[in-house]
């Protein structure tokens, strides 16, 4: 095992933590608008074990981020603003995001967002906790393996229009449309889907000291390329408990985005988190299979604010793959300073 590995791992020990930046950032309020400023840098390292094909040569990551936001309140209490979030890398955590850009409206009745975000299913899918770098869908798919899928699969960060309901006695609906989604290039052969419809459907209630939820999620689109139509499903559970987060997805993503069909894969995930202010950590597994892949994934990991302006992160994760009959197994491990504003 490599040494990144274990610094990583003696990282996870020690400092097992949110993807929220503890600092209040810079704010400005002038009468009905307010602005927003974040800004972080991180420096991340990690590493593979000599059996898993490597992602890509890096073991280390600067990465930038800064996020952007304006609005203004009417005298109604509706709010319209803008919100921008970039940094200088993709991250493939989605715990921390970046990438987005868009305007909104919000009033009692709903919000109504138009630009690069997430899609209906996946902003109200309820599924396995995950947290600071991500666990099971987290940043270890930088230095090697596949992450999980957990919701249904989307159309990502495409530009879109999403509207998501204000809750309703516990239930919030949402609906977006992407007019097209380029995916990356496969064997330099064109993958792009157009009219990617996403439908998503949250439910939760509050029992005892317990808050309960259930979500569903379907996603549809017209292939352009070479692969298949996106037609996928997705549905979850959560309890909530104080600190405390339990979640577990079943995910039914069938032939999307394959270059062939009866690819039929599906996933089941369950997790844990514990999270507190200055502190977290998470346990997360999924369990994926398909005709001609197998995926299996355990992750560890979490975050530690040392004060309001640096957050240590770190995971463990272990990967069983295995991609018509060839199996990989290992442990990647990585680790991650951010300086926040």
Same mark, same amino acid.
């Given at each position: 095992?490599?040494?990144? %590995? ?94 987005? %850009? ?197 992750? %560890? ?35 991650? %300073?951010?300086?926040?504003?």
């Amino acid at each position: 095992m490599r040494k990144s %590995i274990l610094l990583a791992a003696v990282a996870g020990a020690g400092f097992l933590a949110t993807p929220a930046l503890a600092a209040d950032g810079l704010r400005w309020d002038s009468g009905d608008w307010a602005f927003s400023a974040h800004l972080a840098g991180s420096a991340q390292a990690g590493d593979a074990s000599e059996d898993l094909p490597p992602a890509s040569g890096d073991t280390t990551h600067l990465d930038g981020y800064v996020r952007l936001n304006a609005d203004w309140t009417s005298d109604d209490g509706w709010t319209a603003g803008a919100n921008l979030e970039a940094s200088t890398n993709d991250r493939e955590t989605e715990a921390l995001n970046t990438g987005e %850009i868009y305007v909104y409206v919000a009033s009692e009745l709903g919000r109504l967002e138009i630009g690069k975000q997430d899609g209906a299913a996946d902003a109200l899918a309820l599924r396995a906790p995950v947290i600071a770098l991500g666990q099971v869908r987290g940043d270890f798919a930088r230095y090697a393996g596949s992450q999980a899928l957990l919701s249904a699969y989307d159309s990502g960060d495409a530009p879109k229009v999403v509207f998501l309901s204000a809750p309703y006695s516990g239930l919030r609906v949402g609906v977006s449309w992407a007019p097209q989604d380029n995916r990356d290039d496969l064997a330099g052969l064109p993958v792009k889907h157009h009219d990617v419809v996403e439908l998503g459907a949250q439910f939760e209630r509050p029992v005892g000291d317990w808050v309960l939820g259930i979500s569903g999620g379907y996603v549809t689109s017209q292939s352009v390329g070479v692969t298949q139509d996106i037609r996928s499903w997705s549905v979850g559970v959560e309890a909530k408990r104080g600190p405390l987060r339990l979640g577990a997805g079943y995910v039914d993503r069938g032939d999307s985005n394959q270059l062939f069909i009866d690819f039929d894969q599906r996933e089941w995930s369950v997790g844990a988190a514990w999270v507190k202010e200055r502190w977290g950590v998470a346990a997360s597994a999924a369990w994926s299979e398909a005709s001609v892949f197998d995926n299996q994934l355990l992750g %560890i990991g979490g975050f530690f604010n040392l004060n309001d302006y640096v957050t240590l992160r770190a995971d463990v994760v272990h990967v069983d793959e295995e991609r018509f009959g060839l199996e990989s197994q290992g442990v990647v491990g990585l680790a991650e %300073i951010e300086f926040h504003y």
